[in-house]
């Protein structure tokens, strides 16, 4: 993890997304989303950045990756992952990673 930050499992939409946390609780919400096959460390660099500049960066793990739930059965991801992000405080931000 970076520094000043923190990793918690949050539950949504019946699953618990590992996540890291950093910057103000009461700043913005940026959302920082990986690609595929990527986890939250693919954003390292930027997380310190982005809390240093005020917002509250929030860095899922997603589903079926890393330390997040891997549910058997479960829906296929791409139908899965909107709904895991609006289990989640609404952001106006949200940034993809693609490699």
């Known amino acids: 993890m970076t520094a000043d930050s923190v990793s918690q499992y949050i539950p949504t939409n019946g699953i618990r997304l590992h996540t890291v946390l950093a910057g103000p609780e009461d700043g913005e919400p940026v959302f920082l989303l990986h690609g595929f096959p990527d986890a939250w460390f693919g954003w390292k660099a ?8 005020g917002f509250r960066v929030i860095v899922p793990d997603q589903r079926g990756y890393n330390l997040s739930d891997k549910p058997m059965g479960a829906a296929p ?16 931000r949200w940034y993809r990673g693609w490699r």
């Open 46 to 53: 930027q997380i310190g950045a982005l809390a240093d500049a």
């Open 77 to 92: 991801f791409p139908d899965c992952i909107a709904s895991d992000r609006a289990g989640k405080s609404p952001p106006r």
